[in-house]
């Protein structure tokens, strides 16, 4: 049993030595292959490429250009001849009211318009046979003129027209509906150009100026702006600055009052130098990343400019440069690596 037992432990400490020096002779073999082949890295390439750094808000969008359309007179609307969506041309008629209207004295106009009428022209016959003076006869004329001045009037207040061309965006009554004079009762817009006003805070003002390139997006649509006009007064509202942007919607891409995502391109290098910001190191002499060199690692001190989740590289860094993007975890200064695809 004694043996037994015995020839057991003799196993058990051959197995764990056994395994101790199988590891150690792998490891051995690892840091063998890294200081033989060169430790494994993937570089990038050095290439000039556009750096944009923008700002985003939040804004609504509405058309640069936008009309009401009023009533005249209180009453009954008795037509709507359009829906919203419908484009209509400048003085289209959008709403009528009824002729028997009290407020628009229609029937009353039209009547001292046919008597005026009818009362020139029988003066005017008149004259012509030497009946009446040339006096008569102007001051007929004059009171014609005035009566149909006034039918014209009674006429156009029955009618409520667009008061520019575009898309009636809203419209407020439907027929038989009672309004009152002064109503709004439709909204003209022209919808190939959209509006937006955004409020900046003192630190930000003087990244913006007038002419910088903007960008609107609505779910999936964008539509391409620029700033129109910056602020040159903080509102004590707001206790910020307003900046406004102009953006072309000539698809009609955007609807009027939608609520978009608003970015500004505050600053753009086309020709940049850009390097990720995780494979930018930095110790007490500055920031630096690893480039190779004849396949050894070198750290690269860098001077860094703008930030926008990446880095424009300012100095320290040239175009055809390979720069270590992964496995810098393992890399120090002269150590051989090699370059995987």
Not at 177 to 206: F, H, P, R
Not at 215 to 223: E, F, L, Q, R
Not at 285 to 308: L, M, P
Not at 311 to 318: M, N, Q, Y
Request: proline fraction near 1%; charged fraction near 25%.
């Amino acid at each position: 049993m004694r043996v037994r037992n015995f020839i057991l432990f003799i196993l058990i400490l051959l197995i764990i030595f056994g395994c101790g020096k199988k590891q150690e002779m792998e490891s051995k073999n690892l840091e063998q292959i890294y200081k033989e082949e060169g430790i494994p890295v993937k570089v990038k390439e050095i290439v000039l490429e556009e750096f944009i750094k923008e700002l985003s808000f939040n804004a609504t969008l509405t058309s640069l250009k936008q009309a009401n359309a009023s009533a005249m007179i209180g009453g009954r609307i008795e037509k709507v001849h359009v829906k919203v969506g419908d484009y209509v041309e400048k003085n289209q008629v959008l709403i009528e009211f009824p002729e028997d209207a009290p407020a628009g004295q229609f029937v009353q106009a039209k009547s001292a318009f046919e008597l005026a009428q009818a009362t020139h022209e029988r003066l005017k016959n008149l004259y012509e046979l030497g009946g009446i003076s040339k006096q008569e006869l102007d001051g007929a004329e004059t009171q014609f003129k005035v009566a149909e001045a006034n039918w014209d009037a009674s006429q156009q207040m029955l009618k409520v027209r667009a008061p520019i061309k575009g898309y009636v965006t809203n419209l407020t009554v439907q027929e038989t509906n009672g309004v009152e004079a002064e109503t709004v009762l439709a909204t003209i817009s022209q919808t190939d150009k959209m509006k937006a006003k955004i409020w900046i805070t003192e630190n930000e003002i003087s990244a913006f100026k007038n002419g910088l390139d903007a960008t609107a997006t609505w779910i999936d649509v964008t539509i391409k702006g620029k700033v129109s006009q910056v602020g040159l007064a903080m509102d004590t509202n707001y206790n910020a600055f307003g900046v406004d942007l102009v953006f072309d919607n000539s698809g009609n891409l955007i609807k009027s009052g939608i609520l978009g995502e608003i970015k500004i391109q505050t600053y753009n290098n086309p020709n940049a130098i850009v390097v990720e910001r995780k494979n930018v190191k930095s110790d007490e002499n500055g920031d630096y990343v690893y480039v190779v060199e004849s396949d050894t690692a070198k750290k690269r001190y860098i001077e860094t400019g703008k930030e926008n989740g990446n880095f424009e590289i300012i100095s320290g860094l040239k175009t055809g440069d390979r720069v270590i993007v992964e496995g810098l975890n393992l890399v120090s200064e002269g150590v051989k690596v090699k370059i995987m695809k």
